[in-house]
Every structure is written in structure tokens, then in C-alpha cells.
């Protein structure tokens, strides 16, 4: 079975630190995939507030998550401190995708690369929305 294959970035001007709770453990004992991803919201949450934007006014529009792609490297375990790295890139007309690289400081191990595919999105209308100037600016359009 061909496996979805991420790339690391050269870059991540983002980053921050989360530490992995028991309550983030799945039956094998370890990170599960559905907590990796709502770490992985708390990340995008903060990356954002560093640019001084939210999911709801990012530049002016709102986002919603189109896609997400993880590749698992290493296991992560409770007590754990994790620390995600953020890029951001790939502009369309109506979004721009988000890199993570997930890593455990104590070994450098990699635990995981994950993407977002960010759409914005207008609430009010309920429809797809420009991508706005400002966000294009910073994904190197």
C-alpha cells in the first residue's frame, strides 16, 4: 500500500511546546492520531495569534480546515513535552496550507509531519472566500 509521503520544510518560523496528558493517550498507550490533530489545532491557534489573526478574522476572512495529512515517524508517550513547529506556504485564491514538524526535544525524534490545507471561508454567506493580501504575503505570493 503506497503510504502519503510529507516533506520537512527548510524553514518553520514558528514554534511552541505542549506536553503530551494521559488523557492524550489511545489503547496502545501511546499519542493518538485524533489527539495529535487537536494538538496540532492548538498549534495553528497560537501560530495565528503570533500574527495577530484568529480561525475567525485571519486577515479579514475566516478559515475552515480543508484537508489534513499526517505521517506518523515515532510514538509519543504521556509526560512527554512535544514541540511543533509551524510554516506556512502554498497560496491558492482561496487558501494556503500549513506545515507542522512534530518533535520531542529530550532525542530530537521526529513523532510526526503534518499538513492543513486552510480554506477561507465567509460565515455569513456560507461560501468560499478570497484569499486575503496580507495572508498571500506571508506564503511567499
Same mark, same amino acid.
Given at each position: 500500500?503506497?503510504? #502519503?509521503?510529507?516533506?520537512?520544510?527548510?524553514?518553520?518560523?514558528?514554534?511552541?511546546?505542549?506536553?503530551?496528558?494521559?488523557?492524550? &493517550?489511545?489503547?496502545?498507550?501511546?499519542?493518538?492520531?485524533?489527539?495529535?490533530?487537536?494538538? #496540532?489545532?492548538?498549534?495553528?491557534?497560537?501560530? &495565528?495569534?503570533? &500574527?495577530?489573526?484568529?480561525?475567525?478574522? !485571519?486577515?479579514?476572512?475566516?478559515?475552515?480546515?480543508?484537508?489534513?495529512? /499526517?505521517?506518523?515517524?515515532?510514538?509519543?508517550?504521556?509526560?512527554?513535552?512535544?514541540? =511543533?513547529? *509551524?510554516?506556512?506556504?502554498?497560496?491558492?485564491?482561496?487558501?494556503?496550507?500549513? =506545515?507542522?514538524? *512534530?518533535?520531542?526535544?529530550?532525542?530530537?525524534?521526529? /513523532?510526526?509531519? #503534518?499538513?492543513?490545507?486552510?480554506?477561507?471561508?465567509?460565515?455569513?454567506?456560507?461560501? /468560499?472566500?478570497?484569499?486575503?493580501?496580507? #495572508?498571500?504575503? /506571508? !506564503?511567499?505570493?
Amino acid at each position: 500500500m503506497p503510504r #502519503v509521503r510529507l516533506c520537512e520544510k527548510n524553514k518553520y518560523p514558528f514554534a511552541m511546546q505542549l506536553a503530551v496528558r494521559t488523557t492524550d &493517550l489511545n489503547y496502545g498507550g501511546h499519542l493518538g492520531n485524533d489527539r495529535l490533530l487537536s494538538l #496540532v489545532h492548538e498549534a495553528r491557534v497560537a501560530y &495565528l495569534a503570533s &500574527l495577530g489573526w484568529t480561525e475567525l478574522d !485571519c486577515a479579514g476572512t475566516s478559515l475552515i480546515l480543508g484537508d489534513a495529512a /499526517i505521517v506518523y515517524r515515532a510514538e509519543a508517550f504521556a509526560g512527554q513535552e512535544l514541540r =511543533f513547529e *509551524v510554516a506556512i506556504g502554498e497560496a491558492s485564491g482561496s487558501g494556503f496550507r500549513l =506545515f507542522y514538524r *512534530v518533535t520531542r526535544p529530550d532525542d530530537g525524534a521526529t /513523532i510526526a509531519l #503534518v499538513e492543513n490545507g486552510m480554506v477561507c471561508f465567509d460565515y455569513q454567506a456560507r461560501r /468560499i472566500a478570497p484569499l486575503p493580501e496580507a #495572508v498571500a504575503a /506571508i !506564503c511567499g505570493n
